[in-house]
């Protein structure tokens, strides 16, 4: 990483295009693809349609970062998307989302991947019957405590991270081209569009978190084009690991295989390897999961650092350490939240999905406002510098804001209590903005 010092109280430009490229894949590449698969195979006609689904995600995925890529290069704030829906929608607006952020978005997320971590540390190395949630807890806190102590330190643990995550891929991918071929079976019946539709919001579930490199867009030592090369590089990265992982469980499970399976990787494994291979599979996915809670928590708690230097109510979580460069208050207030929602999910009795309902709704609301903010933005600012403009305007930023809408409904369609609670939540966010007072006036 590049030294590049900032001014005090102010994030210093320490992140290359390479720790920005490890952040994204780290965050994206999660404990999805050791499950959706198998619901994807199901959910498909054929082999050819289960990777062409994967190619349409990465191809949705790369029109978002696209879209991304020009607001992040133009704007550049700690604040992400806090900062561009302020610019287009107003303080107000901007501090509901930084609202639904520090206590639904990103602190759900990372209670649900918390699950994910502690469900596996409890199959290696159980401790009694709350064996899960104490992993949960303790992750958080550990990897809060890094960052705590800088954002270089962060960062660092990240890159390791990502690499021992893409190697573990990498082993299923190998353990599925050398396992014997399962023999061919029928296709599992699927029923038209409606199917593909639930293949599709699968796939782009497992694509999802790319956007969070905005968050660190202020702190690129690079060129003000450095986050597109990282958010296009590292989509790339992705969609060519989760192809070549699935073309693995196809060569070893066959598409029946992978449908029926409860744990594809694991299966996998087996099939090339026998038991040990099967139990390795918890450590490659406690890996890939605590590579996912790093990176959130790296980005999670600058949006709050950006609403706290806007609203002087918030003052408080507007403080950024010159020592380490990190927003050490909203972090703070972010791993409370965080490890106060993995007590809720572990008293609901079904802490991941609960987290899921919790979280889905609310993320692609504001994901769908991200996206309509490009042209009110270009609307709003048309002489401002564009580093970076998405190509194909309007039409790439329309079909991404159209692929955010049909997930808002899709997470919508069926609501649960988790949802309900989520939506509740920024209900209360919305109250709580009218007794703010007034947005301090800097630049």
Same mark, same amino acid.
């Given at each position: 990483?590049?030294?590049?010092?900032?001014?005090?109280?102010?994030?210093?430009?320490?992140?290359?295009?390479? %720790?920005?490229?490890?952040?994204?894949?780290?965050?994206?590449?999660?404990?999805?693809?050791?499950?959706?698969?198998?619901?994807?195979?199901?959910?498909?006609?054929?082999?050819?349609?289960?990777?062409?689904?994967?190619?349409?995600?990465?191809?949705?995925?790369?029109?978002?970062?696209?879209?991304?890529?020009?607001?992040?290069?133009?704007?550049?704030?700690?604040?992400?998307?806090?900062?561009?829906?302020?610019?287009?929608?107003?303080?107000?607006?901007?501090?509901?989302?930084?609202?639904?952020?520090?206590?639904?978005?990103?602190?759900?997320?990372?209670?649900?991947?918390?699950?994910?971590?502690?469900?596996?540390?409890?199959?290696?190395?159980?401790?009694?019957?709350? =064996?899960?949630?104490?992993?949960?807890?303790?992750?958080?806190?550990?990897?809060?405590?890094?960052?705590?102590?800088?954002?270089?330190?962060?960062?660092?643990?990240?890159?390791?991270?990502?690499?021992?995550?893409?190697?573990?891929?990498?082993?299923?991918?190998?353990?599925?081209?050398?396992?014997?071929?399962?023999?061919?079976?029928?296709?599992?019946?699927?029923?038209?569009?409606?199917?593909?539709?639930?293949?599709?919001?699968?796939?782009?579930?497992?694509?999802?978190?790319?956007?969070?490199?905005?968050?660190?867009?202020?702190?690129?030592?690079? %060129?003000?084009?450095?986050?597109?090369?990282?958010?296009?590089? =590292?989509?790339?990265?992705?969609?060519?690991?989760?192809?070549?992982?699935?073309?693995?469980?196809?060569?070893?499970?066959?598409?029946?295989?992978?449908?029926? =399976?409860?744990?594809?990787?694991?299966?996998?494994?087996?099939?090339?390897?026998?038991?040990?291979?099967?139990?390795?599979?918890?450590?490659?996915?406690?890996?890939?999961?605590?590579?996912?809670?790093?990176?959130?928590?790296?980005?999670?708690?600058?949006?709050?650092?950006?609403?706290?230097?806007?609203?002087?109510?918030?003052?408080?979580?507007? =403080?950024?350490?010159?020592?380490?460069?990190?927003?050490?208050?909203?972090?703070?207030?972010?791993?409370?939240?965080?490890?106060?929602?993995?007590?809720?999910?572990?008293?609901?009795?079904?802490?991941?999905?609960?987290?899921?309902?919790?979280?889905?709704?609310?993320?692609?609301?504001?994901?769908?406002?991200?996206?309509?903010?490009?042209?009110?933005?270009?609307?709003?600012?048309?002489?401002?510098?564009?580093?970076?403009?998405?190509?194909?305007?309007?039409?790439?930023?329309?079909?991404?804001?159209?692929?955010?809408?049909?997930?808002?409904?899709?997470?919508?369609?069926?609501?649960?209590?988790?949802?309900?609670?989520?939506?509740?939540?920024?209900?209360?966010?919305?109250?709580?903005?009218?007794?703010?007072?007034?947005?301090?006036?800097?630049?």
């Amino acid at each position: 990483m590049s030294e590049h010092t900032g001014a005090a109280g102010t994030p210093a430009r320490v992140l290359s295009v390479k %720790d920005v490229v490890m952040l994204a894949v780290g965050v994206v590449v999660g404990a999805g693809i050791f499950k959706a698969p198998s619901l994807v195979a199901g959910a498909t006609s054929s082999e050819a349609m289960l990777i062409f689904a994967w190619i349409l995600g990465g191809a949705i995925t790369m029109i978002g970062a696209l879209t991304y890529a020009e607001l992040a290069s133009t704007f550049p704030s700690a604040g992400g998307d806090y900062h561009f829906l302020n610019l287009a929608y107003g303080r107000r607006f901007a501090f509901l989302f930084a609202w639904a952020r520090a206590t639904v978005i990103t602190t759900g997320s990372i209670a649900l991947l918390a699950f994910v971590f502690g469900d596996y540390c409890a199959q290696l190395f159980p401790i009694g019957p709350y =064996s899960s949630p104490f992993y949960a807890c303790l992750v958080v806190i550990v990897l809060s405590a890094i960052h705590w102590i800088s954002t270089r330190a962060s960062s660092t643990t990240q890159n390791w991270l990502t690499v021992l995550e893409v190697g573990g891929l990498v082993l299923v991918a190998i353990a599925g081209f050398v396992a014997t071929p399962s023999a061919a079976a029928p296709a599992p019946a699927v029923s038209g569009n409606a199917a593909f539709g639930f293949a599709m919001v699968m796939v782009l579930l497992t694509f999802g978190g790319w956007n969070e490199v905005a968050y660190v867009s202020a702190e690129m030592s690079s %060129d003000k084009r450095g986050i597109a090369r990282a958010l296009i590089i =590292s989509i790339l990265v992705v969609t060519a690991i989760y192809l070549l992982v699935n073309l693995a469980y196809l060569n070893a499970l066959g598409q029946a295989g992978m449908a029926k =399976s409860n744990a594809v990787a694991a299966d996998v494994l087996k099939a090339a390897f026998g038991d040990w291979g099967a139990r390795a599979i918890s450590v490659i996915v406690a890996i890939a999961t605590l590579t996912s809670i790093n990176s959130t928590l790296i980005v999670g708690a600058r949006s709050s650092y950006a609403a706290g230097r806007d609203w002087p109510a918030l003052r408080f979580l507007g =403080s950024w350490s010159a020592q380490g460069s990190t927003p050490r208050h909203a972090l703070l207030v972010q791993m409370t939240i965080a490890i106060a929602l993995i007590i809720l999910g572990t008293m609901t009795r079904k802490g991941f999905e609960t987290m899921v309902d919790y979280t889905a709704p609310v993320f692609w609301f504001f994901f769908l406002l991200a996206g309509l903010s490009v042209f009110v933005l270009r609307a709003r600012y048309p002489d401002a510098e564009r580093p970076f403009r998405v190509p194909l305007y309007p039409v790439l930023p329309a079909l991404f804001c159209c692929a955010c809408a049909w997930l808002l409904y899709s997470s919508l369609a069926y609501v649960k209590t988790g949802a309900m609670f989520g939506l509740g939540l920024l209900a209360v966010g919305a109250v709580v903005s009218l007794f703010l007072g007034r947005p301090s006036r800097r630049s």
